[in-house]
């Protein structure tokens, strides 16, 4: 018999970005709020403080302030005809866990989507023709706008203070910004940070192929700032322990340095950690929640009422809930039938390295958003009739880390170890830099997310699978970034060259990192029949429920997502405050 | 020798003496960053039986050799570094989602499905290989030649030499990742003695501060530090 | 020789007599400095604003104890001195004080049956109240903090500081006149001058101290007044004279560094995070300036608004020279610098505004005492949460990481860094450091 907890106005699931934001912004109205956090607490002192920090194998190899699959993990396949297995040690990404969540351990790029990304379908049909989208595509418009969402990109980056420079403020196109990005309505908050050899060198080449490079936008400080919370950032250093590790300088904007100190000093705020929610318990009639079910640090477990619930844990665990605890019906690739599942995407990315003999890259001065990115190759710069595929990437070149285990650059061929391996790494280590894309990636009907028939969490509740593979829209659109980076990267010179991209036929592999833009699943958009979330991202069945998240985008964006969901949070919670609260039903 | 060259000697004399002198006070003065980690050859393996020692000493030796620049595994003290893991959390799978049902067979993509833990992978692969070497080579792997050690590790790296005990653990790809994680990780850990192997790259260790040294195109000259504080 | 002792007989009976007059003379306590009509009420939030800028609460409610409850330690040259309870509980705390016990222990040290407070609880500068803030106090004690019935450990100084009747000889030498004295034609200056000599007993810290251990200079006038002082081994910096930050600071800084802990040059460390975080954070618009006022214009500041900025050059210096070459024959306190120091406060020592302390010219960096430096390299600090800035900004201990050998070459380093010409720290001056406890860990 679960313990009964006193009935808060709301409840949050997770203590990340949204749930920060969402905990802020609703304090901020009066309500009685308490975060339900299925990790630990952690603040950057003593949890992310130098020099512990600087350990690569603990935080970089060994995944320390990442979900332990012991605790919370997915099955993969990548067809409905493979069995399913667990993902049983990290790989191909890598979800957050405690306080912050991947707040905390990201690299920081924090992009606006082009307007053309959130009516994505729209835009195909009407420029391209109905044909382009293939049979066994799913993608779909997102039921909101750019311009509708512009006012929460400005506040977001606002609050996590990022770093960057206009290409487009209010329609007029400045040098040195991104001229392809949608209009803005402010400058960035902070000014773009100085550059690393290999990013200069990138923008160099770019600019004389007539490109348009400007700073990747950061949520890695280049100078001290406050927020409109009056929480503090500083300037990065560039210690090259960025992703996967807690900043110790106050540096990369995460829930503990933009939010967290602001909001554990409200009266009408609480969180509790190694609290972790097992299900939303809904009403009789199914058509609000009451509450949630969660297992204390005790291992015991507690019921607590709420007036509203926000799921604001990561895009794989809000689905994930959605799915034990029965809000909406679940998605069946079969028929096409139910919406919760469906639309899992990830980000199709590629690379090419080059090898410069003589150049002397000090790798290790680095952070986790360095780098230059052109645009000219963005999803609304491609004449996708043309080119034969729908999607976009952006094209960037940065050092993150120079760290040795993760970061050991060699020329292929290059003997994986002996005498050879061991000369390689004292020739090449520092003298080697890459450019990337960084891309779209395509919904179809075959790609999603239910409940796994065969393997239990911890609890004894079925894993979520995940079915996923590439598909060659995608393929397609990753070997046209192929064909315009290795151009670029010849331009170069390089002493030698090397390209990774996808290509016809690969299979998802979930060993090595590739990226944690998981997203989908429970999707927004306009229409109850083939959307789990309204465009306020409150589920169409039970209204007292939001659902925050990547789990809405429809299909992927080309662009990381955090400025989108951040975006999305304070936009939802603004529908909250203004329309909910004062009536609370569902919204559209 | 002319009076100029006394003077540049003279004060070449200096710095190297200057150098000495912190390297001295790196080693002396700070009695709480002394590394408590034995020299190899006197250390006790707390995982590893004797005979899989000396795979591992063995194993690594090839791994990474000593010859030509840099240290080798041994010199880094990297079997110290694998048997330390192996008892800790990473050996014990303390993470990782270890329910059944395992199919060994699965796509590689899939990732990891031994139920074996590393610790236990290795104990079973490790005594599999010796009896294939005993039976292929007439002697255990640590006995053999340097170029039939790297035939076995090639052999064994292309999947040529299947080990069936690991349960579809691959002990290759466990050992090189492990050989070169001790190899560079901080030396805490047991491996990279006195941070040779990031000299041998000229990465900075722990040091994580370089604001001053953004977009310069010249090598950083500065040694590394570690994470207790010794200056390498 | 039986004639000296009969004399020393005869002098230990006048001494005897002369104790017995100081221990048994009646108390006579200080009347109310101003007449405040009997009716007095006071407004609603002014007991608590009056607590507030008192500074009650830093020393009278221990780190994760009840509020007021005491039973925090105050290190004396004399040893621990227990703070004591002080919310309305009859038995413990002063639930059964009248307004004249009240004002007594504020005005004289004294407690209803007659023992004397150690000067640790600052009535040097509480007897200077007005009525009107006594009576709040008074109220807001009695009504609106929660009784705890729990004692605090009792103090126990050893001979001859357990003879508290000493005290009374230390009173009567070291107390100036009750009651505060408006100097100045300015009501602004006047409230300032009167924050900062009665509730805010900013000189209980920062005033040097004579020879008896009173609290030197009374007023501006007196060079002494405010001109720094020592507590438990940190420097308490002068708030007095050319060198001193109300000196140099903007009105504005100055005004952040008391509001936040943290402003363009420094951070709060030691005793002064939590005079912020209890205290100074919750005083109003119209008191800051008051204050900052006060401060500024006592050191001839009044009018001009702005920074004095010695070192406003942009070339660099020698150290962030040698600091940014990386050289690898850099002295080992550079080095300690770059491997421990410069990822927060770079190469030029100057930090970052209002995140990380500017070491350049700090009064903490450069203090006669390096206790304090000594005290946030080896167990860190942490900036106190606040209103306007609400984030607890930490820097880390490096104890564990630094000899008491390496700790002094670096302390030496940044002590002589850049502008700063302080004297070399040594190897023992970091031992002692190391083995006191430190005080800024909340």
Redesign the interface.
Known sequence: MARKEKKRDVVIVGLGWTGSILGMELCNEGLDVLALERGGDR????DF?????????KYG???GFMQ???NS?VT???SES??A?????L?SFLPGDGVGGAGMHWNGHTFRPMAEEFQLKSYVEQNFGKDLISDEMAIQDWGISYQELEPYFDRFEKVAGIAGQAGNLKGEIREGGNPFEAPRSNDYPMPP?????DS?KFADAARKMGYHPYPRPSGVAS??Y?NP?????????????CERFGC???SKSSPQ?CIL??L??KENFEYRTNAEVLKIELAADGKTAKGVTYMDANGEEVYQPADMVILAAYQLHNVHLMLLSGIGQAYNPATGDGVIGKNYAYQTNGGTALFFKD????P??GNGSNGHVIDDFAINRIDFGAEGFIGGSYISSGTFN????RS?RLPGGTP????G???A??EW??HSMAIGSHGSNMSYHTNHLDLDP???DKYGRPLMRMTFNWKSNDIRMTQFMKSKIEPLAESMNPDIMQSSFKKEGA?????PYQTTHNVGGAIMGSDPKSSALNKFLQTWDVHNVFVMGANAFPQNIQYNPTGTVGALAYWAVEAIRKDYLPNPRPLV | MSEENFKLSRRRFLQAGAVGTMLSAGYSASAIAQSDTPHLSDYQPEYFTAAEWDFIVAATDRLIPADGEGPGALDAHVPIFIDRQLVGSFGQAADWYMEGPHDPNAPAALGYQSPLTPAEAYRAGIAELNTWCKENHGAVFAELEKETKDAVLTSLEKGDIELADTKGANLFDLLLQNTKEGYFADPMYGGNHEMAAWNHIGFPGARASFREWVGIEKPYPLGPVDISGKRG | MKKFVKFLAALAVVGLVVIGLIIFLPVSRTAPQTNVAGDYTTTNGHGEYAMRMGDCMACHTADGGKPFAGGRPIESPFGTIWSTNITPDPEHGIGNYSLDDFRASLYDGIEPDGTRLYPAMPYENYRKLSEEDIRAMYDYFMHDVEPVNEAPPKTDLGFPFNQRWGIRVWNWLALSDAGHEDLYDDTVLNRGAYLVDSLGHCAACHSPRSTIFAQAGKNAEDDRYLAGGVIAGWPAPSLHGPQSAPAKWSHDDLAAYLWTGRNSHSAVAGEMTQVVGDSLQYATDEDMNAIVTYLRHINGRGEDKTTLDASSSNEPTETEKLLASADPSMPLGARLYLDNCNACHFVNGKGAPEVFPSLDGNALVVADTAGGLLDVMLHGARMPSTEKRPARLAMPGFGDRLSDEEAAELATFVRQGWSNDANAVSAEDVAAARSKSSGTHH
């Open positions: 603040d950057t002192v003593p403080q130098y020099p512990a920090i600087a350990d690569e194998l190899v060994r995944y332990k699959p012991r993990t993969v396949r990548r493979e069995t297995l667990p993902y049983r040690h790989g940070l100085p550059q690393t050899v200069n100078k001290a406050t919370y009056g929480m503090q950032l500083g300037p990065c250093n560039f210690c090259g322990f110790y300088q106050y340095t100190d602001a554990k000093r150049i002397d890259f000090n290790f001065v120079g760290q040795p285990i050991m994986k170890w002996g005498a391996w061991k000369s790494i004292k280590y520092g065969t393997y239990k299979m998802y592999d979930v060993r």
